[in-house]
């Protein structure tokens, strides 16, 4: 089976590399990105079997993509990367493949056989779990988000997420507020809490996570719940379930 294959690398000599490698195995190779936005696109468009992904890009780094991918089916992931021997022990702990620079001929080879085996086998499951654990899991790669990738007529825009004022939930989505625009984004406001970084952004209510240096002052309302306003003259309701969580981060 002819795997569909991203190739993405800021560096025209790595993807160059890759791309020579590739040559002999039994590929399509359907897009080569420079960027972590371009990848972001080319991969939820193509929908390929395997994305050879470098982590440390401009704009958007190799675990950025992967965070902002909304896709039922991911593909598989080799990284290629500079870490140095400490940072590559995350990779080994969830046996997830890696390449490092400069890329080896013969553990490439190894560890396109091993994913080329995976997508033959029942496996995809298991490779995704380890994928995710990586993910969000590992003490040496793990970083808030700093970007979001969202779409807006026909554009795909890179929100710096010092630009977000406060995010609300709407459904299965979530509506980025910045100071000019709302933007819609796909991901569940839960999951999305877990990529911030909690010293910049508090959930104060099931639908609302507020940036916490926008706080001006606030008082109890009813039933334990607190009116919350901010700088700008906007007000939020901080309820009770989320009270104490709120007060703890004001105070850190």
């Not at 997830?96 to 890329?103: A, G, N, R």
């Amino acid at each position: 089976m002819s795997l569909k294959t991203i190739i993405v690398d800021d560096e025209e000599l790595a993807r160059k590399g890759l791309r020579h490698l590739l040559k002999d195995e039994d590929v399509q190779i359907v897009a080569e990105c420079k960027d972590g936005v371009e990848a972001c696109d080319a991969i939820s468009t193509l929908q390929p079997d395997l994305v050879f992904l470098d982590i440390q890009m401009p704009g958007l780094n190799g675990f950025e993509v992967i965070a902002n991918l909304k896709m039922e089916k991911l593909p598989y992931f080799i990284f290629v990367t500079a870490f140095d021997e400490f940072a590559l022990e995350a990779f080994r702990v969830h046996a997830v493949d890696y390449l490092l620079k400069p890329v080896n001929e013969q553990l490439f080879r190894d560890a396109f056989q091993r994913i080329k085996k995976l997508t033959e086998s029942d496996q995809e499951q298991s490779f995704h779990q380890k994928l995710s654990a990586l993910i969000n899991g590992s003490a040496q790669v793990k970083q808030n988000i700093k970007r979001l990738v969202v779409k807006e007529r026909g554009k795909t825009i890179v929100l710096n997420i010092g630009q977000v004022l406060w995010f609300s939930a709407d459904g299965d989505y979530v509506k980025i507020h910045t100071k000019e625009d709302v933007f819609l984004y796909r991901e569940r406001l839960s999951k999305l809490e877990k990529q911030l970084n909690p010293s910049e952004f508090c959930r104060i209510h099931r639908s609302t996570i507020i940036r916490l240096d926008l706080v001006k002052e606030f008082e109890p309302i009813s039933k334990g719940d607190y009116l919350v306003k901010t700088i700008s003259g906007r007000q939020f309701t901080l309820s009770r379930s989320y009270r104490d969580h709120f007060f703890a981060a004001l105070n850190k």
